[in-house]
């Protein structure tokens, strides 16, 4: 079991900067790749990106160059610029272990554990 909590959530005006951290705790092994994810009212849950402990990144081409994962060891972070009403959402983060297929990240299932979220607004 992997217990999950995120911090760091709030509201900003649009073109301003949030971070969010997700501390990781219980069962490593099913920690190696944490993610973060984000849903708005009335749609789906989507992925924001995802790192596993050797570093390796994605990122979802919504948030490409304006956001940036990081890691250190068990906690993940999440640093959002350039943030516009359309980051409005529920962030939450996620983490599963091996085997984990990277052509699959962005799908909510590839994840066995989940946080309990974190709301960002982001007003015009």
């Known amino acids: 079991q992997v217990q999950l909590v995120e911090s760091g959530g709030g509201s900003v005006q649009a073109g301003g900067s949030l971070s969010l951290s997700c501390a990781a705790s219980g069962d490593t092994e099913s920690s190696y790749y944490m993610g973060w994810f984000r849903q708005a009212p009335g749609k789906e849950r989507e992925g924001v990106g995802v790192?596993?402990?050797?570093?390796r990144t994605a990122y979802a081409d919504s948030v490409r160059g304006r956001f940036t994962i990081s890691r250190d060891k068990h906690i993940l972070y999440l640093r959002m610029n350039s943030l516009n009403p359309e980051d409005t959402a529920m962030y939450y983060c996620?983490?599963?272990?091996?085997?984990?297929?990277?052509?699959?990240?962005?799908?909510?299932?590839?994840?066995?554990?989940w946080g309990q979220g974190t709301q960002v607004s982001v007003s015009s």
């Open positions: 790192m596993n402990t050797a570093g």
């Open positions: 996620a983490a599963t272990g091996s085997p984990f297929d990277w052509r699959r990240w962005q799908t909510p299932g590839t994840f066995n554990y």
